[in-house]
C-alpha cells in the first residue's frame, strides 16, 4: 500500500550551516516548512522569527506554517500577517478573550489560522471556535526545546480530533509535534494525523547531508508502518 505522508520539517532543528542545501532539497521533497517562533517567557527558549521566514522564502515557495509560543500572540499575528505567512498557528492557553478576534484577523487577510494544543491542553479548550480552524496541532512532547521525552497519551488527542471532524464536518487539519522518529513512527501513524512535524531526531541528524538523511527517514518509516511512503 502506498500513501502519501504530509511531511512539514521544523526549521528550528536544521543544521544552519547547511541552510541554503538543505532547504533547496526539502523545497522538491516536503509539503510545508514549520517555523518555531518563541519569545522567552511562554517557554524558555528562543528561536525563529518572521525575518527567517522571509530568508527562507528566497530559496522555497512551500508553504510557511509558524508555530506561535509567545505571551503576547496578537503583537506576532500581526508581523505574520504583514508578511504573508501562509498559516499561523496559535497558542490555546494565550488566546483566552482574544480568539476569535485573531482567528478573523487572520482569515480577512486571506491567511489560514490554527491552534497548537500543549499536553496538558484539553481539546474542550478551544471547542467554542474549533469549527473556524484550518488547523489543529498536537504537541506530544512538552513545548520549547528538541529531543524532549515522547508523550504517547497525547496521540489519544489525534483520535478525537478526528472523530468530532468527521461527526460535525469541521474542516481542519490534524498535525502531531514532537518526537517524530523511528521509535514512535507506528504508533503516530497509528493515530491518524494529517501532518507529521518532523526535526532532529527523525531527519536532520540522521546523516551528514539532507538527501540521503531523507532517504533513511522514508525507509525508517517504511519499515515501522509495513506503508510505502509516497
Same mark, same amino acid.
Given at each position: 500500500m502506498q500513501e502519501h505522508i504530509n511531511i512539514s520539517p521544523s526549521l528550528m532543528t536544521m543544521d544552519l550551516d547547511q541552510f541554503k542545501e538543505q532547504i533547496t532539497f526539502l523545497n522538491e521533497h516536503a509539503d510545508s516548512f514549520h517555523i518555531d517562533i518563541m519569545d522567552g517567557h511562554f517557554v524558555p527558549n528562543l528561536s525563529l522569527s518572521p525575518w527567517f521566514i522571509e530568508q527562507t522564502r528566497k530559496l522555497s515557495d512551500l508553504p510557511m506554517s509558524a508555530h506561535l509560543m509567545v505571551e503576547d500572540p496578537a503583537f506576532w499575528t500581526q508581523q505574520l500577517i504583514d508578511i504573508r505567512c501562509e498559516i499561523i498557528c496559535l497558542p490555546a492557553e494565550r488566546i483566552n478573550g482574544i480568539a476569535y478576534r485573531l482567528i478573523d484577523q487572520i482569515h480577512e487577510a486571506g491567511l489560514q489560522a490554527g491552534v497548537v494544543l500543549n499536553p496538558e491542553t484539553p481539546i474542550r479548550q478551544i471547542l467554542p471556535y474549533i469549527d473556524l480552524l484550518d488547523k489543529v496541532t498536537v504537541m506530544t512532547v512538552d513545548p520549547g526545546f528538541a529531543g524532549q521525552r515522547f508523550l504517547s497519551g497525547m496521540l489519544d488527542k489525534i483520535r478525537e480530533l478526528r472523530e468530532l471532524r468527521e461527526k460535525n464536518g469541521y474542516h481542519y487539519t490534524i498535525e502531531m509535534d514532537g518526537s517524530t522518529n523511528k521509535e514512535h513512527w507506528k504508533a503516530i501513524h497509528d493515530a491518524g494525523p494529517d501532518v507529521y512535524i +518532523?526535526?532532529?531526531?527523525? =531527519? &536532520? *541528524? =540522521? /546523516?551528514?547531508? +539532507?538527501?540521503? *538523511?531523507?532517504?533513511?527517514? /522514508? #525507509? #525508517? &518509516? #517504511? #519499515?515501522?508502518?509495513?506503508?510505502?511512503f509516497a
Amino acid at each position: 500500500m502506498q500513501e502519501h505522508i504530509n511531511i512539514s520539517p521544523s526549521l528550528m532543528t536544521m543544521d544552519l550551516d547547511q541552510f541554503k542545501e538543505q532547504i533547496t532539497f526539502l523545497n522538491e521533497h516536503a509539503d510545508s516548512f514549520h517555523i518555531d517562533i518563541m519569545d522567552g517567557h511562554f517557554v524558555p527558549n528562543l528561536s525563529l522569527s518572521p525575518w527567517f521566514i522571509e530568508q527562507t522564502r528566497k530559496l522555497s515557495d512551500l508553504p510557511m506554517s509558524a508555530h506561535l509560543m509567545v505571551e503576547d500572540p496578537a503583537f506576532w499575528t500581526q508581523q505574520l500577517i504583514d508578511i504573508r505567512c501562509e498559516i499561523i498557528c496559535l497558542p490555546a492557553e494565550r488566546i483566552n478573550g482574544i480568539a476569535y478576534r485573531l482567528i478573523d484577523q487572520i482569515h480577512e487577510a486571506g491567511l489560514q489560522a490554527g491552534v497548537v494544543l500543549n499536553p496538558e491542553t484539553p481539546i474542550r479548550q478551544i471547542l467554542p471556535y474549533i469549527d473556524l480552524l484550518d488547523k489543529v496541532t498536537v504537541m506530544t512532547v512538552d513545548p520549547g526545546f528538541a529531543g524532549q521525552r515522547f508523550l504517547s497519551g497525547m496521540l489519544d488527542k489525534i483520535r478525537e480530533l478526528r472523530e468530532l471532524r468527521e461527526k460535525n464536518g469541521y474542516h481542519y487539519t490534524i498535525e502531531m509535534d514532537g518526537s517524530t522518529n523511528k521509535e514512535h513512527w507506528k504508533a503516530i501513524h497509528d493515530a491518524g494525523p494529517d501532518v507529521y512535524i +518532523i526535526g532532529r531526531s527523525g =531527519l &536532520f *541528524s =540522521l /546523516t551528514d547531508d +539532507i538527501e540521503s *538523511s531523507w532517504q533513511q527517514m /522514508t #525507509e #525508517e &518509516f #517504511e #519499515e515501522a508502518t509495513g506503508v510505502v511512503f509516497a
